[in-house]
C-alpha cells in the first residue's frame, strides 16, 4: 500500500507467500484470504468514490486542467488496479476461495465488473478531454491577455459541445456542471490578476478612477461573453443542458455582481470628486459651500473606511463584502439626500437665474443619480417663471433707467466712475448680458422644455427687449457725438496753475471736462465704439497731459507741504527762497496754458526750483531729527540696581565712577555734535549766525533739547523713585546700627540723616555720608546731565540746570524720592523701637541709676514724729561711726537686688536674640556690632549690682569687727570726775561708746520689717550672690556665723561700765539744764524785732525797692544762723546725757519764713526784669508772643500756683498779691498783641479796632513798640479786641477755601483715556474730582450758614456754589451717559444687531455721534469747569441718557425673542447673549459662551473651509470637553448656519443624537468584554468617551447583578452573586493596575478614577445584597439602586419605581461623586420627590454635600444641572427668568443656600414652582399638554424633564424660613456629615492603591486628632476639600514611585502637604501623630532638582537672593497649585506674602 501510495497508485496488498499458505489449513487459508478480499475492497471502492466535484465541494476552485488531470489520473489507477486483480496470483486466491465457498469471493467479482465499467468511463473522457486541453492551457496560462479571454470563448464551447455530442459517459450534467464552473473559476482567477481588491483601492488612492472603472468595465464585460457563448451553444446541442444557471454561474455571477458593485462605487467616487471643484454663491454660498465640502470630507471618509477592509473585496467568498458595501451604499445615499438638500438651499438662495442654471451645471455629473435626478425636472420650470420675471424686471429697470439718465438724476444707473456716456452704453450692454446666457443657456437645455408655452413666451419677451435696448444704445452715441468739439478747444486754454481758495497753496487747473472727455473717449474705445476725429485728436495726446499734470501735481505738493509744515520759527529761514519758488510758480498762474510750447519748460525749471527748497527744508529737518536721536541714548536710567545691597559710599562710588569715566565723555561728545549739527545746518542755509531769525531758530532748538534732557533726568529720577518704592522690598543699600561710641546710643553708620554739624574746618568723611545725602547726591548727579550740553540759545556759557530743576515732573519726581526716603525713615523708627528696652543701657548713668535704686528701694527707718533737723543729724553722726564705715546702712531688700539682677540678665538674653540683620523697605540694616556693644554694656550693670552686693557684704563683715574691738579697748579708760576738761571730754567719749554699743547691739537682736536680723541679712546677702554665680569664700561665712556671739560678750561688758560711771553723769546733767534756760531767753527777743522789721507787704517794685529787701532780708539771714549753732550745741549735750531736749521750733520757723519771702522777692525781680525787657520791643519785632504768654503761663501754673507748698503762706503778703495783678494785665495784654499781629488782621480790622477804643493806633510808626500798646489798655477791651480776631481769622480761613477752590478747578482736567479699538476718550478716575465736588458743596454750605462771617465773600461763594452744582449734575448724567454708551456701542456697531433693530440703531448712532463728538471737544479742552458749565450740558446728557435707555429697552425685548427660541439663552447674562448675537456669523465667536449654554461643551472643533475667501468656519465635527481634554467626534458633521439661537438649538439635539449614537456602538462593544485579548474592558475605556464608559459600565453592572439575581432566585445558588463580586473586583484590580501606569494621559487616567469610583460603589452594592441574601429583584435592597439598562435603542433609568430615559446632555470627562449610604437614600428622596411631581430640599450644614449630590444624579441621569447661589439681591423677576429657562429646557435647577432670599420673593417663587408643577401633573396626564400659561399672558413649553431642587443650611444666620405654600412643594431630605473613611477608600483605590481600606482609616484618624489637638487657626481645614487634595498628590506619587510601600506615599504626602501651611508650634504634634499612625514607614521629602534650579535661576534674575528657607517655600507653593486650584499665602508683616509687599 504505502509503494502505491508513493506511486499515486493503489497497490493492493498481498497476503503470506504461497509457501506460507501452503502449510495452513484450509480454514486457516481462507480466513487469511478473506481478509485480503476485504482490505482489496475498501481500497478499490475508495478509488470508484472519487468525484471531480471533490474539490470544488472542498471549497477549493480548479481549473478545467484539474479536470482532465483527475480522469488522467483516474483512468491510470483503474488500470493498475485491473492488472493487479487479473494476475495469477489474486486469480489463484481467488479460485481458493470459491473452493472453499466464501461469500467474498462472490462480491469481488462483482467489484471487479465496476471497476471495469470505471475504467472505461474514465478512459474515454481523457480522450475527449484531451481535445480541449490546448484551449484550456491557453484559457488559465498567460499567454493571452485578460481582455482577449473571449477569443477562446467560441472555440472551447463548440468542443465542449461536440463532446457533449459523442462522448458515451462525458454526456451528463453533473460532468458539464462541473467541466463550465472550473472555466468560471478560470476566467476568475485571471480576472483577479487583471484587477484586484489591492489594485483597485491603490488606483482610488492614486486618483486613477477612470483606469479602475475601465478595468473592472472589461472583467464585467469578459465574464459576459463567457455566459453568452454558454447560452448560444446551450441552445444548438440536441440534447438539452438541463442545468440552471444557478448551479453553473453561482459564483460567476456573484464575481460578476461584484465587480458591478465595485464598478458603483468607482462610478461614485468619479461623481463625488466633483464635489470638491465645487463653489456655490449666493448669500448662503460660503456656508453651502462648506456643508458641500463636508458632504464630501465625509465621503471620502465613507471610503476611506470601506477601504479599511481586511478581506479581497474581489473575494466573492467573503460574506462581509456585502455588509460593508451597504453601509457604503447607505451613508452614500445619506450624503446624497444632503447634496439634494444643499442643492435645494442654494437653488432658493441664488437671486439671479445665471447663478441658478450655473449651479445645475455644477452639479451636471451628480445629477444623473436617481435621487437629484427626480429634482431636475421641477427646477427647470422654475427658471423659466424666473426669467420670465426677471426679462419683466429688465425691461422696467431699462425703463425707469432710462427716464433717470435722460434727466441727468444722481441716481441714474450709470455706474460710479464712468463717465456718462461710457457708463449709460456700460449699463444697457450689461442689461443685455443680463438676458442674453440665461436665454442661451436655456436654448441649449432639454428639447423637451423648449415645446413649453412657457418657453416660447419667454423667447418672444426676450426678443422685443433686445430690440429695445440696441435703439437706445445708438441714440446716446450720436447725442454724445454733437458735443464734443465744442467742450475741448476751450479748456484747453485755461492756465496750467491756479491758488487755492487760502491764498497760500495752489493746484493744478487741468478742467473736468477735459478729464470727461478723456474718460468718455476711453471707456467708448474700450467698448468698440467709433468716436469723432477731434476727440480722438485729444485723447492721443492724453498721456502727454496726464505727464503734465502728474508733474505739475508733484511740484504743486511740494509747495504746499513746504508752506503749510514749517513752522513759525522754521520759515523765517527760508523767506528768500520762497518767494523765488513763489514767482516761479505765479508764471503757470498767468503765463502758461496747456497747448503753450514752454509749458514742459516751465515744469522743468518750476521742479528744480521746488526740489533745491525741498531739499534744504529736508536737511534741517533731517538735522532736527538726528538731534533728537542724539538725545534720545540718554532716556534711559543712568544707574541700574545690583545684586547685592551695598553701602550708599560703595554704591555711589561705583555710579560716580562709571559716571565720569563713561557717561560723562559720551554726553560730552552729544552735546559737540549737537552743537556741529546746529552750526552745520546754519552753514548749509547760509543764514547770518546773528541774525533774529537764526537766533528764534537756535532758541527753537534748545528748547528740544532742553525737553530731552528733562526726559533723560526723568528716566533716572524714575529708576531711583522705582528702587526706593515702598513696593519694591529688594534692599539697594545696607548700613550698620552700632552703639555710638561718644553719644553712647545707638546709631545707624551711615546715618539715614546727617544731624551732626562738622566744625570749623572739618572735612566730613565719605564713607560717613547718609543715605539722604547719598541719594540726593545721585540727583544731583543726574541733573548734572544738563550741564554737559551746551546752550543753543546764544548763552554760550551757560548750561540747562536751571530749566531741569524748575520741572514740574522732575521736581514732582524728587518729592517722590524724598517721601520715599521719609517713608523708610518712619519705618526704620518704627524698627528702632525695638531696642527701646535697652535704652536704659545708654540713656541712664549706671552709677545715678544706681544710686537712686539704693534711695528709692532702701526700705525706711521709722523715726520719731517729733523728730527735728538737730535730731536726725545727730542721728546720721551715729550712722557714720565706724560700725557703719562704708557701707549701706539701709541697704534695699535683697529680693530687690536679686530681681534687679535676674531682669539684667533676661535683657542679656534678649540682646543675644538679636539677628545680624533686617530688610526694610529697600534698605538692610545689619545689627551685629550693635548687639555686642549691647552685652558689654549689659555685663557692666550686672557687674555693678552684684559687685556692690559684695563689697558692702565685706565690709559691713570688717566693720563689725573692728567696732566691736574699739569698744572694747575703750570702756576700760573710765574718768574719776568731771571737773576738768580733760575729764569731760574722756566722761564724753565713754558715754559715746556705750551708746554705740547698745544702738548695735539692738540691731544685732532686733527684727526688722522682713523679720530677719542682721546677721541673717548677711547670711541671705551670701545667698543671693551666690545664685548669680559670685563666689563667697568659705571663711568669710565662717565670719559670719562667729559675729553673733563676739557682739553678746561686748555687750556685756558695756554694761558693767555704764553702772561705774552713773555718778559723774548725774552731776553734768544739772550743767546742762542752766545753760539752757539762758539761751532760750536770747532766741525771744531776737524774734520779735523779726517780724516788725521785713518787707512782707511792699507794693512798689521798682529796682531800688527791690535791692533794699534783698540787704535785709540777707542780715536777719545772718542772725539767725547764729542762733542755730548755739542750739546745736546745746541739743547734743541733752542727747548725750539722756536730757529732755529743748524745743527751737520758734527758731526754725522764722527762718523758713525768711526763705519764703526771699523767695517772693525773687519771683517780683525775675517778673519785673522780663516785663522791662518786653516793653521796649518794637512793634515790628515782634514776630510771635507765643514764647512771652508761655513764660508767664509758666510763672503762674507753676511758681504762683496757690497750690504750690510755698505760695501757701506768701500769697496773702501784700507784695505778692501785687505781683498777682501785673502779671494777669500783661498776660492780657499779650494775648491781644498775638492776635492783633496775626496775619489775618488786615488794615480794615485795625479801622474798626480804633473806633472800639475811639484812639488812633499807628502801627506803622517804626517806633510803636509794646509799652505803646499797653498804654492803650486794650485789656479793658479783652471781648471786643477777642470777637475781632475771631471774625479776621474765620475769614481768612474762608478766604484760603474760597483760593484753594478756584485754584483747584483753574487747574483740574477730566482723566481720559483712549477706548480700545476706537479713537475715542473716555473720562475715568473720577472718583476724586466728585469727591472733591463733595468736599467743596460741603464746605461752601458751611460758609453760607456762617452768615457773621461770610458777609464779606457772600457773591463770591454763591458763585462757586452754583458752578458745584451744575458741575454735579453734568458729570452724574456724563458718567450714566458713558456707561451706557460703553455697553451698547459695541453692540449696535455689530450688523447682526443693527439689521433686526433699525430703528433702535438709528436712535442709538445719532446720540453716539454726539457724544462723540462731545467727547473730542473735551478731549481738545479738558478742563472740568470749561467742559461742564457749558450752557444746555446737562439737558443734553440728560437727553441722550433716556433715548440710549429707549435703545436698551429695545435690545431686551430682541434678546427675549431670541431666548423663546434657544430656552438656555435664560442662563447666560444680557452682556453674554448680546455678544453671541453680535457675533451671530462668527461661529467661532460664539463658542466662547457655549460652556454657559452647554456644562460639558467647551468649544467645538470647526472644520476649515475650503472656499479661500470664506473667513469663519461654519461647519464642525467635534465638540470639547470643558473640563479634561477630550474630544467627541460628531456622528455627522454639524452645520453652524442659519439664525444663531436656531443653530445653537440644532446643536443640543445634535449633542444628544452624537452621545445616543456612540452610546449604542460602545453597548454593543462592551458586550465582547474579554472576548479576545483585543477585546479588554480597559482598551473599550480607552476608546470611550468618559461619560460613554461610566454609562456603558452602569448597564453592564445592572444586567450582570440582574442576571445574578435571577440566576440565585431560580436555581437558588447563592455563588451567582458571589462570582459576581469577584468579577467586580477583578476589573478593579484591573483598572487600579492601569491608573498607576506614568504613560497614561490625563484624559484616561480621569477616565479610570471615574470607572473606579463607580465599580468600588458597585462592589459595595453586591457585598451588601450577598449579606442580605437578596434573591428577588422586587427587594428593596436591590429596588433603591439606581439601575441602567439597555432597550435598543434606548437607556433606561429607574430607581425605587421611578423610571426615566437617559438625557444624553453631554457632561465631559468630569470626576463623579463618590457614592455613600448617603448619597444613596438622597438619590431616592429626589427621585421620589420627581415621580410625584415636586421639588426636593436637601439640608444640613456645609461640607455635607447636598449640592454636589443633586449636581451628579443630574449627571447619571444625563441632564444639565444649573446651580444657582441664592442671596438677598435676587428679586422675583431675576427667579422668573431662570425658572423661564429651566422650564422650557427641561434642565435641573439647584437653588443654593435657598433660604437667604428674601421672604416677600419667595411668596412670589412659590406661586412659579406651583404652576409648574401643576403643569408637570397636566403632561403626565396628558402628553399633548406641552404648553401652559407660566404667567398672565405668557404661555411657554414644558420640558418634561425640568427638575428644582433647594438645598439649605438651617440654624445659619441671616436664613430666612420658608413660608408653608412653598415647603410643601418640596420634599426634605436631611443630609450630615459623609462617612470620609469610605470616600478616603474610594478615592485611594482610584488613585491606585490596594491597601486602600487600612490607608483610608488612618488618613481620617490623623484629620480627626489635627482638628482635635492643634491650634485654632482660620486657614486650617481639615474637611473633604483638604482630603482630596492630599489624595491627589498621593495619586501622583504613587505612579511616580510604583515600588515604594503604600505606607509610606501616604505618610510623605500627609507631611509634604501639610508641612507648608502648619505653623511651628503646630508641627511638633503633628509630626508625632504621623510617626504613630505609620511607625514603621520612611519616606524622605520628595525633592524636584529641575523645579529648584529653576527657582534659584530666576530668583537672581528678579533679584532675589536663593536662600534656602525662600526656594522651599516657592516649591512648596508650585506643589500646592498642583492639587489646589488657588492658595493664600499667610505670614507677617513685611514678609513678602505679595509682589505689592
Known amino acids: 500500500m504505502v509503494i502505491g501510495e508513493v506511486a499515486g497508485r493503489t497497490q493492493l496488498p498481498l497476503p503470506f507467500q504461497d509457501e506460507t499458505l501452503q502449510v495452513m489449513n484450509n480454514k486457516e487459508r481462507a480466513h487469511v484470504l478473506e481478509t485480503a478480499i476485504i ?68 462480491n469481488f467479482n462483482e467489484l471487479k465488473k465496476e471497476v471495469m465499467k470505471a475504467y472505461k468511463e474514465a478512459d474515454s473522457n481523457y480522450t475527449y478531454l484531451l481535445t480541449i486541453a490546448g484551449l ?20 472551447i464551447m463548440h468542443m465542449i459541445h461536440l463532446i457533449w455530442d459523442h462522448s458515451s459517459h462525458y454526456n451528463t450534467t453533473p460532468r458539464l456542471v462541473v467541466l463550465i464552473r472550473e472555466i468560471c473559476n478560470a476566467i476568475i482567477s485571471k480576472a483577479k490578476k487583471f484587477i484586484d481588491g489591492g489594485m483597485l483601492f491603490a488606483m482610488v488612492t492614486s486618483g486613477d478612477n477612470e483606469e479602475a472603472l475601465t478595468k473592472l468595465t472589461i472583467t464585467y464585460e469578459v465574464c459576459t461573453k463567457f455566459k453568452s457563448a454558454y447560452y448560444e451553444y446551450k441552445s444548438k446541442v440536441k440534447t438539452p443542458w438541463n442545468v440552471t444557471a444557478n448551479a453553473v454561474f453561482y459564483k460567476l455571477d456573484s464575481f460578476m455582481d461584484r465587480c458591478q458593485d465595485l464598478m458603483q462605487f468607482v462610478s461614485t467616487i468619479i461623481q463625488f470628486t466633483k464635489l470638491s471643484r465645487i463653489e456655490l454663491g449666493g448669500t448662503k454660498g460660503n456656508n453651502l459651500s462648506l456643508s458641500l465640502n463636508q458632504v464630501y470630507e465625509e465621503f471620502k471618509e465613507v471610503v476611506e473606511e470601506f477601504k479599511k477592509v481586511s478581506f479581497d473585496i474581489l473575494d466573492t467568498s467573503i460574506k462581509e463584502f456585502d455588509e460593508e458595501f451597504l453601509k457604503f451604499r447607505t451613508r452614500v445615499k445619506e450624503l446624497e439626500r444632503r447634496i439634494g438638500a444643499i442643492l435645494n438651499q442654494s437653488f432658493e438662495d441664488l437671486d439671479t437665474i445665471i447663478a441658478k442654471l450655473k449651479l445645475l451645471e455644477s452639479f451636471e455629473g451628480l445629477l444623473s443619480r436617481q435621487i437629484l435626478h427626480d429634482e431636475l425636472e421641477k427646477k427647470y420650470i422654475v427658471l423659466l417663471d424666473m426669467f420670465k420675471t426677471d426679462l419683466i424686471k429688465v425691461q422696467a429697470l431699462f425703463l425707469n433707467g432710462k427716464k433717470l439718465i435722460e434727466e441727468s438724476d444722481p441716481q441714474s444707473p450709470i455706474p460710479v466712475g ?15 448680458e443680463r438676458i442674453r446666457e440665461p436665454m442661451e443657456k436655456l436654448s441649449d437645455s432639454n428639447k423637451s422644455i423648449q415645446e413649453r408655452e412657457e418657453y416660447k413666451d419667454v423667447n418672444k419677451l426676450y426678443i422685443s427687449i433686445m430690440k429695445m435696448l440696441k435703439e437706445f444704445e445708438a441714440s446716446k452715441i450720436t447725442e454724445w457725438e454733437g458735443t464734443v468739439d465744442a467742450s475741448s478747444e476751450a479748456k484747453l486754454l485755461l492756465p496750467v496753475l491756479k491758488k487755492n481758495p487760502d491764498g497760500v497753496t495752489m493746484m493744478v487747473n487741468f478742467d473736468q471736462a477735459l478729464v470727461d472727455l478723456l474718460r468718455e473717449v476711453k471707456y467708448l474705445l474700450l467698448l468698440d465704439k467709433d468716436v469723432p476725429e477731434k476727440a480722438k485728436e485729444v485723447f492721443a495726446k492724453a498721456d502727454t497731459y496726464r505727464q503734465q499734470t502728474c508733474q505739475l501735481e508733484y511740484i504743486v505738493d511740494i509747495n504746499n507741504e513746504i508752506l503749510t509744515t514749517l513752522n513759525p520759527v522754521q520759515a523765517p529761514l527760508f523767506n528768500e527762497r520762497i518767494e523765488r519758488m513763489e514767482e516761479q510758480l505765479n508764471e503757470g498762474t498767468d503765463k502758461y496754458q496747456w497747448v503753450s510750447e514752454k509749458l514742459t519748460e516751465f515744469i522743468t525749471v518750476s521742479k528744480h526750483e521746488v526740489t533745491e527748497v525741498n531739499k534744504l527744508v529736508l536737511q534741517m529737518k533731517n538735522a532736527e531729527l538726528k538731534i533728537k536721536q542724539s538725545m534720545m541714548k540718554w532716556n534711559k536710567p543712568m544707574m541700574e540696581k545690583k545684586n547685592k545691597p551695598q553701602s550708599p559710599y560703595e554704591l555711589y562710588e561705583g555710579f560716580s565712577a562709571n559716571f565720569d569715566s563713561d557717561l560723562c565723555v559720551r554726553m560730552k561728545e552729544s552735546a559737540k555734535d549737537i552743537s556741529a549739527t546746529v552750526s552745520g545746518l546754519g552753514d548749509i542755509l547760509k543764514v547770518q549766525k546773528t541774525s533774529a531769525e537764526w537766533q528764534e531758530y537756535e532758541s527753537y532748538v534748545n528748547c528740544m533739547v532742553i525737553m530731552d534732557i528733562v526726559e533723560a533726568v526723568k528716566k533716572s529720577l524714575e529708576f531711583l523713585k522705582l528702587v526706593t518704592s515702598y513696593q519694591k522690598a529688594d534692599p539697594i543699600f545696607e548700613i550698620n546700627l552700632l552703639l555710638d561710641e561718644e553719644d553712647k546710643c545707638p546709631a545707624f553708620s551711615p546715618p539715614l540723616i546727617n544731624t551732626k554739624v562738622p566744625k570749623g574746618g572739618e572735612k566730613v568723611d565719605p564713607r560717613d555720608k547718609s543715605v539722604r545725602d547719598v541719594i540726593f547726591s545721585l540727583i544731583a548727579t543726574f541733573m548734572q546731565l544738563a550741564a554737559y550740553f551746551i546752550r543753543l540759545d546764544g548763552k554760550k556759557t551757560g548750561d540747562f540746570l536751571k530749566e531741569i530743576t524748575d520741572d514740574f515732573e522732575v521736581s514732582e519726581l524728587v518729592t517722590c524720592i524724598s517721601n520715599n526716603i521719609f517713608s523708610l525713615e518712619s519705618a526704620v523708627a518704627k524698627y528702632s523701637t525695638k531696642f527701646d528696652e535697652f535704652q536704659f543701657l545708654w540713656a541712664e548713668d549706671l552709677e545715678a541709676t544706681f544710686q537712686n535704686f539704693l534711695d528709692t528701694s532702701t526700705e525706711k527707718v521709722e523715726e520719731p514724729v517729733e523728730e527735728d533737723d538737730e535730731e536726725a543729724e545727730e542721728r546720721q553722726k551715729i550712722l557714720n561711726r565706724t560700725i557703719f564705715k562704708g557701707v549701706a546702712t539701709t541697704l534695699p531688700p535683697l529680693h530687690l537686688f536679686d530681681a534687679e539682677i535676674a531682669r539684667l540678665t533676661a535683657v542679656e538674653g534678649r540682646i543675644a536674640e538679636i539677628s545680624d540683620y533686617i530688610d526694610i523697605n529697600w534698605i538692610r540694616i545689619k545689627s551685629d556690632k550693635l548687639r555686642q556693644s549691647l552685652n ?48 569731760k571730754a574722756q566722761l564724753d567719749k565713754v558715754m559715746n561708746l556705750l551708746r554705740d554699743m547698745k544702738e548695735v547691739y539692738e540691731m544685732s537682736r532686733k527684727e526688722n520689717q522682713n523679720k530677719q536680723t542682721m546677721i541673717d541679712l548677711l547670711r541671705e546677702t551670701v545667698q543671693v550672690l551666690k545664685k548669680h554665680g559670685i563666689t563667697i569664700d568659705e571663711q568669710v561665712i565662717d565670719q559670719i556665723e562667729n559675729a553673733k556671739s563676739s557682739l553678746k560678750d561686748i555687750n556685756t561688758k558695756s554694761s558693767e561700765a555704764r553702772e561705774l560711771i552713773n555718778p559723774l553723769q548725774t552731776k553734768e546733767t544739772e550743767n546742762i539744764k542752766a545753760e539752757s534756760k539762758i539761751f532760750l531767753k536770747s532766741v525771744e527777743d531776737f524774734l520779735g524785732e523779726f517780724k516788725a522789721n521785713l518787707p512782707y507787704d511792699t507794693t512798689e517794685a521798682s529796682p531800688e525797692t527791690i535791692n533794699q529787701s534783698y540787704a535785709l532780708i540777707e542780715l536777719y539771714f545772718d542772725r539767725i544762723g547764729t542762733f542755730e549753732e548755739e542750739a546745736k550745741v546745746l541739743k547734743a549735750k541733752e542727747a548725750l546725757f539722756g536730757l529732755q531736749r529743748t524745743d527751737f521750733k520758734k527758731l526754725k520757723e522764722y527762718k523758713n519764713e525768711l526763705k519764703l519771702l526771699k523767695y517772693m522777692w525773687d519771683m517780683i525781680a525775675y517778673v519785673e526784669g522780663l516785663f522791662e525787657d518786653w516793653r521796649v520791643m518794637p512793634w515790628k519785632e515782634i514776630r510771635s508772643t507765643e514764647d512771652m504768654i508761655q513764660e508767664l503761663r509758666t510763672i503762674r501754673e507753676k511758681v504762683m500756683a496757690p497750690t504750690h507748698p510755698k505760695n501757701k503762706q506768701i500769697k496773702k503778703w501784700g507784695a505778692f498779691r501785687a505781683l498777682e495783678e501785673r502779671i494777669k494785665q500783661m498776660y492780657i495784654v499779650l494775648q491781644q498783641v498775638d492776635k492783633l499781629h496775626s496775619d489775618c488782621i488786615k488794615q480794615r480790622h485795625w479801622n474798626q479796632l480804633m473806633k472800639i477804643i475811639k484812639q488812633e493806633i499807628n502801627i506803622g510808626n517804626p517806633n510803636f513798640c509794646l509799652n505803646d500798646l499797653i498804654q492803650l489798655k486794650l485789656f479793658d477791651f479783652q471781648d471786643d479786641v477777642n470777637e475781632l480776631h475771631a471774625l479776621a481769622a474765620k475769614e481768612a480761613q474762608m478766604e484760603k477755601q474760597l483760593i484753594q477752590i478756584e485754584a483747584f478747578w483753574d487747574n483740574t482736567e477730566f482723566n481720559l483715556e483712549i477706548k480700545k479699538g476706537t479713537e475715542i476718550a473716555l473720562l475715568t478716575k473720577l472718583d476724586d474730582i466728585i469727591t472733591r465736588i463733595e468736599d467743596d458743596a460741603q464746605k461752601l454750605s458751611n460758609m453760607l450758614s456762617q452768615r457773621k462771617y461770610v458777609k464779606y465773600f457772600e457773591e463770591r461763594v454763591l458763585k462757586l456754589q452754583e458752578n458745584n452744582k451744575q458741575m454735579n449734575s453734568v458729570i452724574e448724567w456724563w458718567i450714566k451717559v458713558q456707561r451706557k454708551w460703553e455697553g451698547l456701542e459695541p453692540i449696535f456697531t455689530k450688523d447682526d444687531i443693527r439689521g433686526p433693530l433699525p430703528d433702535a440703531t438709528k436712535k442709538f448712532e445719532g446720540n453716539s455721534e454726539l457724544f462723540k463728538k462731545t467727547m473730542k471737544e473735551t478731549q481738545e479742552n479738558p478742563k472740568v469747569t470749561q467742559a461742564c458749565l457749558v450752557q444746555g450740558r446737562e439737558e443734553m446728557f440728560e437727553e441722550m441718557y433716556n433715548e440710549m435707555e429707549d435703545c436698551n429697552k429695545s435690545l431686551k425685548e430682541y434678546i427675549e425673542s431670541k431666548r423663546k427660541i434657544f430656552p438656555r439663552f435664560y442662563f447666560l447674562s444680557p452682556e453674554q447673549i448680546t455678544d453671541i448675537l453680535a457675533h451671530a ?15 460639558g461643551i467647551k468649544t467645538l472643533r470647526f472644520i476649515k473651509p475650503d472656499d479661500p475667501e470664506a473667513t469663519v468656519p461654519k461647519a464642525c465635527d467635534a465638540m470639547e470637553s470643558r473640563h479634561d481634554p477630550e474630544l467627541i467626534q460628531f456622528h455627522e458633521l454639524f452645520d453652524c448656519t442659519g439664525a444663531v439661537e436656531v443653530w445653537l438649538k440644532r446643536l443640543e439635539e445634535h449633542m444628544q443624537k452624537t452621545i445616543k449614537h456612540i452610546l449604542k456602538i460602545a453597548k454593543a462593544n462592551a458586550d465582547t468584554w474579554e472576548s479576545s485579548p483585543e477585546h479588554t474592558r480597559e482598551k473599550w475605556i480607552e476608546e470611550s468617551p468618559s461619560q460613554i464608559a461610566l454609562l456603558g459600565s452602569q448597564i453592564i453592572w445592572t444586567e450582570e447583578v440582574r442576571n445574578a439575581i435571577r440566576n440565585y432566585s431560580e436555581s437558588g445558588s447563592e455563588s451567582a452573586l458571589k462570582e459576581c463580586l469577584e468579577v467586580v473586583k477583578t476589573r478593579i484590580g484591573k483598572l487600579i493596575e492601569r491608573v498607576r501606569e506614568l504613560t497614561l494621559t490625563r484624559n484616561f487616567r480621569s477616565k479610570i478614577m471615574i470607572v473606579i469610583t463607580n465599580d468600588v460603589h458597585g462592589r459595595d452594592i453586591i457585598e451588601r445584597l450577598i449579606i442580605s441574601r437578596i434573591s428577588d429583584e422586587s427587594s428593596f435592597a436591590w429596588q433603591s439602586q439606581l439601575k441602567f439598562d439597555w432597550k435598543d435603542p434606548d437607556c433606561q433609568i429607574s430607581i425605587a419605581g421611578w423610571n426615566t430615559g437617559y438625557g444624553y446632555e453631554y457632561v465631559g470627562n468630569i470626576i463623579r461623586l463618590v457614592i455613600t449610604p448617603l448619597t444613596d437614600r438622597c438619590y431616592i428622596t429626589l427621585t421620589q420627590a420627581l415621580k410625584l411631581d415636586m421639588g426636593a430640599a436637601p439640608a444640613g450644614p456645609a461640607g455635607t454635600g447636598k449640592t454636589e449630590t443633586v449636581k451628579d444624579l443630574g449627571r447619571a441621569l444625563g441632564l444639565m444641572v444649573q446651580v444657582y447661589n441664592c442671596s438677598e439681591e435676587m428679586t422675583k423677576e431675576s427667579m422668573e427668568m431662570v425658572f423661564l429657562g429651566l422650564i422650557q429646557s427641561g434642565c435641573w435647577g439647584c437653588f443654593d443656600e435657598f433660604n437667604r432670599i428674601a421672604v416677600e420673593v419667595l411668596s412670589v417663587i412659590a406661586t412659579q414652582v406651583d404652576t409648574m408643577q401643576k403643569a408637570l401633573k397636566d403632561y403626565r396626564g396628558d402628553k399633548s399638554k406641552t404648553k401652559f400659561e407660566f404667567t398672565p399672558g405668557k404661555s411657554i413649553t414644558l420640558g418634561s424633564t425640568v427638575g428644582i431642587f433647594i438645598t439649605m443650611n438651617p440654624g445659619y444666620a441671616g436664613r430666612t424660613e420658608l413660608p408653608d405654600n412653598l415647603k410643601v412643594l418640596f420634599r426634605s431630605c436631611a443630609m450630615v456629615v459623609p462617612d470620609f473613611a469610605l470616600i478616603c477608600e474610594n478615592m485611594l483605590m482610584s488613585e491606585g492603591f490596594k491597601e486602600a481600606n487600612s490607608l483610608s482609616r488612618k488618613f481620617t484618624q490623623l484629620y480627626a486628632l489635627n482638628k482635635d489637638l492643634l491650634s485654632k487657626q482660620t486657614h486650617y481645614d481639615w474637611g473633604m476639600r483638604a482630603i482630596k487634595a492630599v489624595l491627589r498628590m498621593s495619586g501622583k506619587l504613587k505612579r511616580e514611585e510604583p515600588d515604594l510601600d503604600e505606607d509610606s506615599l501616604l505618610m510623605r504626602a500627609l507631611r509634604d502637604f ?49 536662600e534656602d528657607g525662600f526656594v522651599l517655600k516657592c516649591i512648596q507653593l508650585a506643589e500646592i497649585l498642583e492639587v489646589r486650584h488657588c492658595c493664600f499665602i499667610i505670614c507677617l508683616l513685611y514678609t513678602s506674602p505679595s509682589p505689592r509687599d
Open 136 to 155: 484550456f492551457e491557453d484559457l488559465v496560462g498567460d499567454s493571452i491577455e485578460f481582455p482577449k479571454l473571449p477569443e477562446l470563448f467560441q472555440p
Open 39 to 106: 482490505t482489496w475492497q475498501k481500497q478499490i471502492k475508495a478509488v470508484l468514490t472519487q468525484d471531480p466535484e471533490s474539490l470544488l465541494k472542498q471549497g477549493q476552485d480548479p481549473n478545467p486542467l484539474k479536470e482532465i488531470e483527475f480522469w488522467q489520473n483516474r483512468s491510470r489507477n483503474l488500470e493498475h488496479i485491473l492488472r493487479q486483480i487479473n494476475s495469477d496470483r489474486i486469480l489463484k486466491y481467488l479460485k481458493d476461495l470459491e473452493r472453499s465457498k466464501s461469500a467474498y469471493s462472490k
Open 1481 to 1495: 456669523t462668527d461661529p467661532t465667536s460664539v463658542t466662547i459662551h457655549i460652556s454657559s449654554c452647554f456644562e
Open 418 to 432: 464712468m463717465p456718462p456716456v461710457a457708463g449709460t452704453l456700460n449699463w444697457v450692454r450689461g442689461l443685455e
Open 936 to 983: 558689654e554694656e549689659i555685663r557692666r550693670w550686672i557687674d555693678k549690682y552684684s559687685s556692690y552686693l559684695r563689697n558692702d557684704l565685706m565690709q559691713k563683715l570688717a566693720n563689725l569687727q573692728e567696732f566691736t574691738k574699739a569698744v572694747e579697748e575703750g570702756i576700760k579708760d573710765i574718768p574719776e570726775g568731771t571737773d576738768t576738761p580733760e575729764q
Open 1954 to 2002: 501639610n508641612k507648608p501651611k502648619i505653623i511651628t508650634i503646630d508641627w511638633p504634634i503633628i509630626s508625632r501623630v504621623i510617626e504613630d499612625l505609620f511607625p514603621t514607614a520612611k519616606a524622605d521629602p520628595k525633592k524636584d532638582p529641575q523645579l529648584e534650579a529653576a527657582v534659584k535661576v530666576e530668583s537672581k534674575k528678579v533679584g532675589l537672593q536663593d
